[in-house]
């Protein structure tokens, strides 16, 4: 069955998966086509995430579409004291799709049941981000020709970084081999491990980065921030830990890629970006390929 | 009639439903839950009884009152090991225990402070992903709630 919506990546199922990654690869060869010819979509970020919004908006133009929207919630009559049902039943009616980014959890699921055009999550708060999700596993494919047995490092901020608990989630489909590099404060929740528990997948959790790293296919990097940490002592004492150096990918496996959702701060030092196994901004390119493939496949446009 | 002490600190119903084993602090949101405030029939509640396994627990007596299975298993989330005596002219014709939904709707709160249900006037929706030790994961959130941590509305 075809999903109208995309909220959460657990709603979509493998083939669906399939589909949507056998798409994003046709539109990587030929990014532009006319297919969006009289939609408008509506691109509604209640705060602001200028990165996804580029994605999205450049995703929008190359299939030949239009957009609507606004930037941030103080833009818009959210700021006037409008309920997320009311905008969202007024924007459904000035558009075809509705894509939105909203701090509360749980804000697309409410809006695809109250929509009556399809909406996609462009991010819930901690919750789900699964247009992310799927350029990850876009990019993971294309660069390792499969998602099957592959040993994915997880490394950084585990406990809140939502594209890590959404693509372990994705990835539990293809008997992934997990390993978790975090501080003792940002450490992988439970509930993450009882789900793999619950799935026999194996994973193992570290606190130290360096020299582990060497049977990896795939390193997900990602930001630690400072307000995260309870005590800015554990915070200067930690940050510098989980730096990724390019001397440190010398005897890593040749097919390795080192994946990021950006925005980066310091956590990968800029001499990596010139190594051929850094993957982070071709990561983003891929994006724009994949959010084509979201919008097409949701507005039934392309098979 | 035979009644164990326990029972005899309240008094007896003709027709009715007992419902025991509730854990003494889960006896107002039973009521809550069971939307006993609203109706009209004699009821008798006690609290505070002891009980080797609960602590203290507390006991409902409803004249004339009986509920559908769907009804009664929302006490479920808190009030796990509830039995129900079904009273028929003073005798127990039937007994039965609450068996944890799978769903719940509208009852409890999500405890995540960020979900959109405490922002918006949402009904909320969970899917109960444990029920020895309940637990219920938000349709909206994605959060899950356990039973220490969940409030009944």
């Not at chain 1, 998966?17 to 979509?41: C, G, R, S, T």
């Not at chain 1, 978790?180 to 929740?189: A, D, Q, V, W």
């Not at chain 1, 026999?200 to 630690?224: N, P, V």
């Not at chain 2, 808190?78 to 002219?89: R, W």
Request: hydrophobic content about 40%; charged content about 25%; overall charge neutral.
């Amino acid at each position: 069955m075809e999903n109208k919506n995309l909220v959460s990546i657990t709603d979509y199922s493998k083939e669906e998966i399939f589909e949507i990654l056998d798409l994003a690869a046709d539109f990587e060869k030929n990014p532009n086509q006319n297919l969006l010819d009289n939609k408008v979509i509506a691109t509604l970020f209640f705060e602001p995430s200028t990165r996804t919004r580029l994605s999205f908006e450049s995703a929008i133009s190359r299939l030949g579409g239009k957009y609507i929207g606004f930037t941030d919630a103080s833009s818009s009559s959210v700021s006037k004291g409008e309920s997320l049902k009311d905008t969202i039943m007024t924007v459904a009616n000035y558009s075809d799709m509705i894509i939105m980014r909203h701090p509360i959890e749980g804000s697309a699921r409410w809006a695809s049941e109250v929509s009556r055009v399809p909406v996609v999550n462009a991010g819930d708060g901690a919750n789900q981000h699964p247009t992310q999700t799927l350029l990850d596993l876009y990019s993971i494919r294309k660069t390792q020709g499969t998602l099957d047995n592959l040993d994915i490092f997880f490394v950084g901020d585990l406990k809140y970084g939502r594209t890590v608990h959404s693509l372990l989630q994705a990835m539990a489909m293809f008997n992934t081999t997990y390993h978790f590099i975090s501080p003792k404060e940002l450490r992988i929740p439970d509930e993450y491990k009882l789900f793999l528990d619950r799935k026999g997948l194996k994973y193992h959790e570290h606190r130290e980065f360096d020299g582990i790293i060497s049977d990896a296919d795939i390193i997900y990097m990602t930001r630690i921030q400072r307000e995260r940490f309870s005590d800015p002592m554990e915070y200067e004492k930690t940050k510098n830990s989980y730096v990724l150096k390019n001397g440190m990918l010398d005897n890593t496996k040749s097919n390795m890629k080192v994946l990021h959702p950006l925005p980066r701060v310091n956590e990968i030092d800029t001499d990596v970006d010139e190594n051929e196994k850094a993957y982070y901004f071709t990561q983003a390119l891929n994006g724009v390929y994949t959010r084509q493939a979201i919008i097409t496949h949701i507005l039934g446009l392309k098979k | 009639m035979v009644m164990d002490d326990k029972k005899l600190q309240v008094s007896a119903i003709k027709n009715g439903t007992v419902i025991d084993h509730i854990p003494a602090n889960s006896l107002f949101k039973v009521i809550h839950i069971l939307g006993l405030e609203k109706i009209e029939s004699q009821m008798t509640f006690g609290s505070n009884f002891e009980s080797k396994r609960l602590g203290l627990k507390a006991i409902i007596k409803l004249a004339d009152i009986f509920f559908m299975d769907d009804d009664i298993n929302k006490i479920a989330l808190v009030a796990p090991e509830a039995k129900l005596n079904i009273i028929k002219d003073y005798k127990v014709v039937e007994k039965k225990i609450v068996e944890v939904p799978d769903t719940v709707t509208g009852i409890a709160k999500c405890g995540n402070p960020k979900c959109i249900t405490n922002h918006e006037g949402i009904v909320t929706k969970f899917a109960v992903v444990s029920k020895k030790k309940v637990a219920i994961k938000c349709h909206y959130c994605e959060k899950i709630t356990d039973s220490e941590h969940m409030e009944i509305f």
